[in-house]
C-alpha cells in the first residue's frame, strides 16, 4: 500500500507553462518534504512544509501543505528546462522515518 | 564537506554472488538510511541505523539482505545470494536527526545482477 499517492505519475510541457503536481495521503503527517532528483543522483531537499495550511516559496515554485496536513501541492510558474526532474514527496510522522511517495516525472521542452 | 559517499557507482554481476554496497555518511550525521529504487516501486526504505544501532530494519526483502554498521563513518548493505530482482539503484542517505530533518543522499550505486 503506497501511503504517499503523486500525481501525474508523468508530465511533459513546454518552456513557460504553469504546472501543479500532487501529493495526497489519507493519513496525516506532521510534516512533508519534496525533493528532486536529476538522472544519475540521489533525491536533494527542496523544501520542508510543517503547518497546515502553509506555503512556501522558492523562486518560481510554490509548495502548499494542505490544512488537514494529509496532502500537498507544488506548483511551478513558467517552467524551465532546468525544472526537468523527478520530484518526489516524503511524509514524516514525528521522529520516525520517511516515507516516499512513487514521484513524478517532469520533462520541460525548450 | 564531501557529502555522502557510496560505492561502487555501478556493479554488475551475475545471480548467486555475494554482492557488497558501501556507504560513508556525513561527518557527525548520526542518523543512517538505505534505500532501495526501481521504476516499479519508487523509493523505498529498507533499513535505519541511529549511532549505529539499526532501529527499523522491516524494509529488508528478505533475508538474502544485511546491513552493518561497525561505526559512525562506515556502513555496509550486503546481498547474498544475488537475484535478478534485486537489480535497483541502491541509495545511502544520512541526517542528523530522524523525521522532518533533512536526509543527504549520496549517488548511489547502480546493481545489475544478471
Known amino acids: 500500500t503506497q501511503l504517499l499517492e503523486q500525481s501525474p505519475q508523468f508530465l511533459s510541457i513546454q518552456e513557460g507553462e504553469n504546472l501543479t503536481v500532487y501529493c495526497n495521503s489519507s493519513s496525516v503527517f506532521s510534516s512533508l518534504q519534496w525533493y528532486r532528483q536529476e538522472p544519475g543522483e540521489g533525491p536533494v531537499l527542496l523544501v520542508t512544509v510543517v503547518t497546515g495550511g502553509e506555503v512556501k516559496k522558492l523562486k518560481r515554485l510554490t509548495f502548499q501543505f494542505g490544512d488537514a496536513r494529509k496532502d500537498s501541492s507544488l506548483h511551478i510558474t513558467a517552467a524551465q528546462p532546468g525544472d526537468t526532474g523527478l520530484y518526489l514527496c516524503?511524509?514524516?510522522?514525528?521522529?520516525?522515518?520517511?516515507?516516499f511517495g512513487q514521484g513524478t516525472r517532469l520533462t520541460i521542452n525548450p | 564537506d564531501a557529502g555522502v559517499i557510496q560505492s561502487p557507482r555501478h556493479e554488475v554481476t551475475e545471480m548467486g554472488q555475494e554482492v557488497t554496497l558501501r556507504c560513508k555518511p556525513i561527518?557527525?550525521?548520526?542518523?543512517l538510511f538505505w534505500y532501495r529504487q526501481t521504476m516499479m516501486r519508487g523509493l523505498e526504505l529498507l533499513i535505519y541505523f541511529n549511532n549505529n544501532v539499526p532501529i527499523d530494519d522491516s524494509g529488508m526483502p528478505e533475508d538474502r539482505f544485511s546491513a552493518k554498521m561497525p561505526n559512525a563513518s562506515f556502513s555496509t548493505l550486503k546481498i547474498q545470494p544475488s537475484e535478478p530482482r534485486d537489480s535497483a539503484v541502491y541509495f545511502c542517505a544520512s541526517s542528523l536527526l530522524a523525521g522532518q530533518d533533512t536526509q543527504y543522499f549520496g549517488p548511489g550505486t547502480r546493481l545489475t545482477v544478471l
Open positions: 516524503a511524509g514524516a510522522r514525528g521522529a520516525q522515518k520517511l516515507v
Open positions: 561527518s557527525g550525521h548520526d542518523y
